[in-house]
């Protein structure tokens, strides 16, 4: 970078930096003329310097620094632990936002330590601060929060929050560094449509992944200096966030059609398909609620805190859009698509999914049976769909096969606490990961339980009517046998890593085992 200078003779004298010009020991002209414009060079330069690290840089927290909204994560943590008295936040807004943020902030439990800050944004600040910058934290939420994030990361040397008489936002945070820093005398980092009034006011403004519009309206004020997009969501992360892979669990809505033999029913096959779309969506739905119920404790698991909410990647307005949307295209579907009973029977689906997600799934026991429920919905819920009769044996089955997948999941989660040395309860859970040897003691009698019920369903009367030759139904009894060893051996070994049921679906030998063991059903038919 140049700077411009004065022509410098014997005369000089420049104004506003005090150069005296005159030559009493008769230098050389050159010389002096030299000394002269690196003089005045070096001072121009080290005002610009000392303007740039005397201004401050005032960072914005949600959706800047963070990669999350403090408001919204401080109102689904008090929904998880306290869903009786999720209406109350409601009669907080009356009385306004700042005492909505003060009293969910004091009621609930946020580990700042794990929450999802951008690495790009602490790197710039880092930069500035070795610059010798006062760095500021301006936040409209919570000041205990605020603080918190500002001890943890002892980056900022002030910090300036909402409490419970003002809400920090908009035009509040303008003011309010105006008069702390006068009318361009900050820079300062934000990303939301409240943040176009305080850019207006600073001397530059950082743009962090702006939302829709912002970018265009904060370039308007024409001191944009930089723009940061370091979070940007796809498709990729919504297929992920939705689970689309756990729709395989819907297979399960095929079964009834294919035990009664009436697989080749085109127009109960076509109403099969519906069904299968509108459970996943609906499941989806779930998942998204549920993914936005657990963000903590994702985040301090070894794999779940790289799901699209927990590590900020999605953000949580968009979740609490999308599942409600997802929630209403499967009943409605439903209502006009498909039998009323297939409709209860989704009712129930998730009413108990939502129960297990506020409550039963930290419930010892509970838990499992619950999500071994959940699996025989999915027949029940078929079974609605075509207008077929279950039968005791299909249910008593299936209760007992998917306890045991149920308990699967749980021997490999407490595996992975034991095998990082935790001996205290899981977090979210109801087990400690002295519980393993139990676990596995009843997940794989369960299993072998279900082997037992296939082996009686096969002297059952109804089984004559339904095949040509039901004792062939006997060769499906150790090929279960060998199938149920296998999961818990694998996962004794911890090499259980998925869910079992989509694990079943990507691994070989399950695929060549399940595939021998339709063939057995096909000749006895």
């Given at each position: 970078?140049?700077?411009?200078?004065?022509?410098l003779n014997s005369k000089t004298k420049p104004v506003g930096y005090g150069f005296v010009t005159a030559n009493p020991y008769k230098?050389?002209?050159?010389?002096?003329?030299?000394?002269?414009?690196?003089?005045?060079?070096?001072?121009?330069?080290?005002?610009?310097?000392?303007?740039?690290?005397?201004?401050?840089?005032?960072?914005?927290?949600?959706?800047?620094?963070?990669?999350?909204?403090?408001?919204?994560?401080?109102?689904?943590?008090?929904?998880?632990?306290?869903?009786?008295?999720?209406?109350?936040?409601?009669?907080?807004?009356?009385?306004?936002?700042?005492?909505?943020?003060?009293?969910?902030?004091?009621?609930?439990?946020?580990?700042?330590?794990?929450?999802?800050?951008?690495?790009?944004?602490?790197?710039?600040?880092?930069?500035?601060?070795?610059?010798?910058?006062?760095?500021?934290?301006?936040?409209?939420?919570?000041?205990?929060?605020?603080?918190?994030?500002?001890?943890?990361?002892?980056?900022?040397?002030?910090?300036?929050?909402?409490?419970?008489?003002?809400?920090?936002?908009?035009?509040?945070?303008?003011?309010?560094?105006?008069?702390?820093?006068?009318?361009?005398?900050?820079?300062?980092?934000?990303?939301?449509?409240?943040?176009?009034?305080?850019?207006?006011?600073?001397?530059?403004?950082?743009?962090?992944?702006?939302?829709?519009?912002?970018?265009?309206?904060?370039?308007?004020?024409?001191?944009?200096?930089?723009?940061?997009?370091?979070?940007?969501?796809?498709?990729?992360?919504?297929?992920?966030?939705?689970?689309?892979?756990?729709?395989?669990?819907?297979?399960?809505?095929?079964?009834?059609?294919?035990?009664?033999?009436?697989?080749?029913?085109?127009?109960?096959?076509?109403?099969?398909?519906?069904?299968?779309?509108?459970?996943?969506?609906?499941?989806?739905?779930?998942?998204?609620?549920?993914?936005?119920?657990?963000?903590?404790?994702?985040?301090?698991?070894?794999?779940?805190?790289?799901?699209?909410?927990?590590?900020?990647?999605?953000?949580?307005?968009?979740?609490?859009?999308?599942?409600?949307?997802?929630?209403?295209?499967?009943?409605?579907?439903?209502?006009?698509?498909?039998?009323?009973?297939?409709?209860?029977?989704?009712?129930?689906?998730?009413?108990?999914?939502?129960?297990?997600?506020?409550?039963?799934?930290?419930?010892?026991?509970?838990?499992?049976?619950?999500?071994?429920?959940?699996?025989?919905?999915?027949?029940?819920?078929?079974?609605?769909?075509?207008?077929?009769?279950?039968?005791?044996?299909?249910?008593?089955?299936?209760?007992?096969?998917?306890?045991?997948?149920?308990?699967?999941?749980?021997?490999?989660?407490?595996?992975?606490?034991?095998?990082?040395?935790?001996?205290?309860?899981?977090?979210?859970?109801?087990?400690?990961?002295?519980?393993?040897?139990?676990?596995?003691?009843?997940?794989?009698?369960?299993?072998?339980?279900?082997?037992?019920?296939?082996?009686?369903?096969?002297?059952?009367?109804?089984?004559?009517?339904?095949?040509?030759?039901?004792?062939?139904?006997?060769?499906?009894?150790?090929?279960?046998?060998?199938?149920?060893?296998?999961?818990?051996?694998?996962?004794?070994?911890?090499?259980?890593?998925?869910?079992?049921?989509?694990?079943?679906?990507?691994?070989?030998?399950?695929?060549?085992?399940?595939?021998?063991?339709?063939?057995?059903?096909?000749?006895?038919?």
């Open positions: 970078m140049t700077f411009p200078y004065p022509a230098i050389s002209p050159n010389f002096l003329h030299s000394c002269r414009r690196f003089a005045f060079t070096w001072q121009v330069f080290r005002d610009v310097i000392l303007s740039t690290t005397t201004i401050p840089l005032v960072i914005d927290l949600d959706g800047t620094l963070l990669r999350s909204d403090l408001l919204l994560e401080t109102a689904l943590s008090f929904v998880r632990h306290k869903p009786l008295g999720m209406l109350k936040p409601f009669s907080w807004l009356i009385t306004g936002k700042a005492t909505l943020k003060e009293n969910l902030a004091t009621s609930t439990d946020i580990d700042v330590a794990v929450l999802p800050y951008d690495p790009i944004v602490i790197e710039f600040i880092e930069e500035e601060k070795r610059k010798g910058r006062t760095v500021v934290l301006a936040t409209a939420s919570h000041r205990s929060l605020a603080e918190k994030i500002a001890a943890h990361l002892e980056l900022f040397d002030h910090v300036l929050a909402s409490d419970a008489d003002c809400n920090l936002s908009a035009h509040r945070k303008r003011d309010l560094l105006v008069k702390n820093y006068g009318n361009k005398g900050f820079d300062y980092a934000g990303n939301s449509k409240d943040d176009i009034v305080v850019w207006a006011a600073a001397r530059d403004a950082y743009v962090v992944n702006p939302e829709r519009g912002v970018e265009r309206k904060a370039r308007a004020a024409g001191n944009v200096k930089r723009i940061i997009k370091s979070n940007t969501s796809s498709p990729k992360d919504w297929v992920k966030a939705l689970r689309v892979h756990q729709w395989l669990k819907n297979i399960l809505i095929f079964v009834p059609l294919i035990a009664a033999h009436r697989l080749s029913d085109l127009h109960l096959l076509l109403e099969g398909m519906i069904a299968f779309v509108l459970f996943g969506l609906c499941a989806s739905s779930v998942y998204l609620l549920n993914d936005l119920l657990d963000l903590s404790d994702d985040r301090h698991h070894t794999s779940k805190r790289k799901r699209p909410f927990a590590s900020g990647r999605l953000s949580i307005t968009s979740g609490l859009i999308a599942f409600p949307s997802l929630l209403l295209i499967s009943f409605a579907g439903s209502l006009l698509l498909l039998p009323k009973e297939f409709v209860l029977v989704l009712g129930a689906y998730y009413i108990l999914t939502l129960a297990y997600s506020l409550v039963l799934k930290r419930q010892l026991a509970i838990d499992v049976i619950v999500l071994a429920l959940l699996y025989t919905i999915r027949i029940i819920a078929g079974a609605a769909a075509f207008s077929i009769a279950l039968t005791f044996w299909m249910l008593a089955f299936s209760m007992f096969m998917f306890l045991s997948l149920a308990l699967v999941k749980r021997y490999a989660e407490l595996k992975e606490a034991r095998k990082k040395g935790n001996s205290e309860k899981t977090r979210g859970r109801g087990y400690y990961p002295s519980d393993l040897e139990m676990i596995s003691s009843l997940g794989a009698s369960s299993g072998y339980l279900a082997v037992m019920v296939l082996a009686l369903y096969i002297h059952d009367q109804a089984t004559g009517e339904l095949y040509a030759h039901p004792q062939i139904i006997w060769l499906a009894c150790p090929l279960l046998l060998f199938w149920t060893t296998r999961i818990w051996m694998l996962t004794h070994r911890g090499e259980m890593h998925d869910d079992p049921v989509v694990f079943a679906v990507r691994d070989r030998v399950s695929v060549a085992v399940g595939t021998l063991f339709c063939l057995v059903f096909w000749i006895a038919a």
